[in-house]
């Protein structure tokens, strides 16, 4: 049974920083593309990042590039989102997703974690 298991989320000021966590079990981690969604209220679910079991190739929404860093641990089977400077237009729950590396949609989903970047 594959479980991803987000953790990291809360209450941050404007320009702050937090770091979220997600750990996977269930799955072979080596062979899996992982993700970061975000879904804002009353917004379709977006792609925030990704990266490839190596680490060798990462992708960034646009609008992000240069705030949001994401890396992952092997040995540990975690992927990690650091946010820095954080707007609160990043307000959302953000959810860790997994996928093989030959299948299109993602298929495995964390239940999420929520954002809340505020004043």
């Known amino acids: 049974q594959v479980q991803l298991v987000e953790s990291g989320g809360g209450l941050v000021q404007p320009g702050g920083s937090l770091r979220l966590s997600c750990a996977a079990s269930g799955l072979t981690f080596t062979t899996y593309i992982m993700g970061w969604f975000r879904q804002a209220p009353g917004k379709e679910r977006d792609l925030v990042a990704s990266?490839?079991?190596?680490?060798?190739?990462?992708y960034y929404r646009d609008s992000l590039k240069g705030r949001f860093t994401i890396s992952r641990d092997n040995a540990k089977n975690e992927v990690y989102l650091q946010m820095n400077s954080l707007k609160p237009e990043d307000t959302a729950v953000y959810y860790c997703?997994?996928?093989?590396?030959?299948?299109?949609?993602?298929?495995?989903w964390g239940q999420g974690t929520p954002v809340t970047v505020s004043s």
């Open positions: 990266v490839n079991w190596s680490g060798d190739r990462i």
């Open positions: 997703a997994a996928k093989p590396a030959w299948v299109f949609e993602y298929n495995y």
